[in-house]
């Protein structure tokens, strides 16, 4: 059980405490429209980011990211313009559970605002739990998902994994 | 080694004794609530089929709350509220209609049973951990919990919050948490569970706790418990319990990921500054800063403690003018005790605007504030927009400063009228 390597490059990075509503703008919060949520990103990120990203690359950001009272049209906004994976030296439960319940790839990689910068190509081994930064031949390690977690990022999201789940304890009854 | 209290209920609940912090498991909530909210009760309604469940097993374990959108502003919420009723009554389920906000009714009503184990989709459903109950708020996935016997969970650690000593006068359990973040940030507790114990927790009421369990998630914790205890200042009888578990105590070598100590005399008056719930700081720093309007209030705050407190300050004088303030009590019985007891009235007479429980205050659905308003607030949430304008400035603080700074329309220390106050009953 695990999940495809991830390889690609560090679009942008935020700072401690984050709080992801300001991807999008706390008045956009209520938007459905993924492209335009996409589009107020962009706006809101600077011409750097704009300029910079692309599909396949991966966030970076500091300790607690998704702190305050987190919504999903950012991570909506992030996943439209092809962002895989977000690491972060940590997270706040709350947006941690429900971006892994989106099946969105998470990766607590304490050390990684030290080491990476926009732009550096990075490396996401999920089976042994490693991120490597092959430009400075670094290597940081991240602990285990747990059981249902990685289950719920393989199904993509929680409720595909839900069914499955439920599924296979039928299957077991009727055997 | 022994075990803390959370891995003590999760062990019952999933029949694995001996448990610890990291094992994974299928664990089976005592009680399984939610308020009523579109996009998720309405959803889990309409999906629960396709997961295979026609219905919800052993309804009475589900508790369904209409605080949100009350009262409804449109044919839309009004609906929703219809639909919501519907179901309940299709399916058994108990439903707890526009009686207050849901946290605080559901320890009302007996959901709030020592060594119980429930889940929600909000957090602040940690506040039952003040009667000893570990509550978990899980998002969408609680829904797990509507289609099968249990909830897939990975044990957490725990924080243990030692507590010494008493608060000063003019100091509240709001100002204890947000003294907490101050020394030790917004994430000290983080995946972890954050117990309150020590001598201290004698010091304080069950309201005082459920300010401070209910507000678990800004220092990153999955939910925080207390021991339960008879000890407790005000203590009011428990409701009665809607199921019959052994309460849990931690063990004296429970293995615990940090501890921290506090000693409440040296806690002062705190508000947390826009535009985070993690900015708190002593307030004695922004006295003076200007503000417009207050709302009292909240699943955090706005008990009879909340309530007498802002009542004791402004008890016979006025609001500053132009001055808006919103008192909203956090349920329909503590409604009526504040009336009974006169707290309303001395409420009313210095201006306050006094509504019925509802959560849209606290949210800025009602009492919205205009773009470069100042407010002083006993919600839970100070981020831009929470209550209204986006750039409107919340600054969160306990009752007692919120009543100060409503009599002067800026950030007051409440100790100087309690002092006033406590001179003019010599």
Redesign the interface.
Known sequence: MTLPAISGRVAYIFPDDYDVDQIVGVKNIKIQDVDQLAELALEKLGPAFRERVRPGDVLVAGANFGYGHPHFPAMKAMRKLGIRAVLAESFFPVYWRGEISNGFPQIACAGITVLARPGDAIEIDFAACRVRLPALGRELSFPPYARSELAMLEAGGFRAWLKQSIAAEQQEKHR | MGHTIAEKILARVSGRPGLRAGD?LLARPDFVLAYELRGYTDVYFRDMKS??ADTVRDPKRFAIFIDHRVPSKTPEDEKLHVDTRAWCTEHGVPLFDRVGIGHQVAAEAGYAVPGSFSVHFD?HISQLGAFGALAM?????V??AF??DGV???VPDSVLVRLHGRPGPGVMARDIFHHLLYRHG??FA??RVLEYGGAGLDALSVEGLQVMTGLA?FA???TAIVPPGSGRAGAQPLPPALVQVPAMHPDPDASYAACIDVDLAEVVPMVVLP????NAEPLEQHVGLPVDAGYLGSCASGRLEDLHAAAAILRGRKLAPGFSLHVVPTSQAIMAAAAADGTLGVLIEAGAFVSSPSCDFCSGNIATLAPGQKAVSTGT?N????MGA?DADIYLCSAATLAASALEGRLCDPRRYLAQAAGEFA
């Open positions: 994974e997961f295979g957090g708020g899980l998002r969408s996935d829904f797990e289609v099968r897939s969970l990975r917004s994430r983080a995946f998630m990153g914790a999955v535009p985070s719930p993690a949430l981020v831009p927009g929470r986006t």
